[in-house]
């Protein structure tokens, strides 16, 4: 698969969604969504505004990236089926882009080891870790669900640490690192929705795109209707 000249991201898993549009693998512009609204209610109207501001139209766009999680079930559910609606019609591929993976690209540089956490609430965090690279970053713990013990013991000894988890947990990982920690104020950090556009950007070049029918959120922990349901609290990977 030939990389896309257009790629249009988007990132809704987190607290601040946003939307870029990327050429070559570089930004040309990108927006972000106030919360004062849902976002359901003004990504649509945010893509269009974003197009406009670059001098283009949806027709144009070659491809989509979009973070497919973990975060916000509401947000996920709305960015992978806007892209989906988006991208199924003219069957142009999408690149499913780990949250966790842009938000450490985001917070480090290549050589830098960073661990994405975000809270999940009920005293887990989600998280991974990435050993980042001037392409794909390379996963050293995969995307899953931990409570904070478990994951202070799996981080390596040295690594950057980012995310909103990462501050509520700072006192059992600061205790379990010791100096090799270090939390990244969130400020710090480039927005993500660059980051989905580039990683989405890399996969597609490398092959990894997937067809419109194929994209789906990957909650990690499950909605808890369907935790009783099945009787697993937690997602099963994708094989």
Same mark, same amino acid.
């Given at each position: 698969?030939? &990389?896309?000249?257009?790629? @249009?991201?988007?990132?809704?898993?987190?607290?601040?969604?946003?939307?870029?549009? @990327?050429?070559?693998?570089?930004?040309?512009?990108? $927006?972000?969504?106030?919360?004062?609204?849902?976002?359901?209610?003004?990504?649509?109207?945010? $893509?269009?505004?974003?197009?406009?501001?670059?001098?283009?139209?949806?027709?144009?766009?070659?491809?989509?990236?979009? *973070?497919?999680?973990?975060? *916000?079930?509401?947000?996920?559910?709305?960015?992978?089926?806007?892209?989906? %609606?988006?991208?199924? &019609?003219?069957?142009?591929?999408?690149?499913?882009?780990?949250?966790?993976?842009?938000?450490?690209?985001?917070?480090?540089?290549? %050589?830098?080891?960073?661990?994405? $956490?975000?809270?999940?609430?009920?005293?887990?965090?989600?998280?991974?870790?990435?050993?980042?690279?001037?392409?794909?970053?390379?996963?050293? @713990?995969?995307?899953? @669900?931990?409570?904070?013990?478990?994951?202070? &013991?799996?981080?390596?000894?040295?690594?950057?640490?980012?995310?909103?988890?990462?501050?509520?947990?700072?006192?059992?990982?600061?205790?379990?690192? %010791?100096?090799?920690?270090? $939390?990244?104020?969130?400020?710090?950090?480039?927005?993500?929705?660059?980051?989905? %556009?580039?990683?989405?950007?890399?996969?597609? &070049?490398?092959?990894?795109?997937?067809?419109?029918?194929?994209?789906?959120?990957?909650?990690?922990?499950?909605?808890?209707?369907?935790?009783?349901?099945?009787?697993?609290?937690?997602?099963?990977?994708?094989?």
């Amino acid at each position: 698969m030939r &990389a896309p000249s257009l790629l @249009l991201a988007l990132e809704t898993a987190l607290r601040t969604p946003g939307i870029a549009l @990327l050429e070559g693998g570089e930004l040309v512009a990108e $927006i972000t969504l106030p919360c004062v609204q849902p976002v359901s209610e003004q990504l649509l109207a945010g $893509i269009d505004a974003l197009l406009k501001l670059c001098g283009t139209a949806l027709e144009a766009v070659d491809a989509f990236a979009v *973070s497919v999680g973990p975060g *916000s079930f509401t947000g996920l559910r709305v960015g992978v089926a806007t892209v989906k %609606g988006l991208a199924f &019609a003219s069957a142009r591929p999408v690149a499913a882009v780990s949250t966790l993976a842009a938000l450490a690209c985001a917070a480090g540089a290549p %050589g830098d080891t960073v661990a994405a $956490i975000l809270d999940a609430r009920r005293g887990e965090v989600y998280a991974g870790v990435y050993e980042l690279t001037q392409a794909l970053p390379s996963p050293k @713990l995969p995307d899953g @669900l931990f409570p904070a013990p478990d994951l202070a &013991a799996r981080l390596p000894p040295s690594c950057v640490l980012v995310g909103d988890g990462a501050r509520l947990c700072a006192e059992t990982l600061g205790a379990a690192l %010791g100096a090799g920690a270090r $939390i990244l104020p969130e400020a710090l950090a480039r927005p993500p929705v660059l980051q989905v %556009g580039r990683l989405g950007y890399a996969l597609l &070049a490398a092959g990894g795109g997937i067809e419109a029918e194929a994209l789906a959120p990957r909650y990690l922990r499950r909605a808890e209707a369907e935790a009783r349901r099945t009787g697993e609290r937690v997602e099963t990977a994708p094989l």
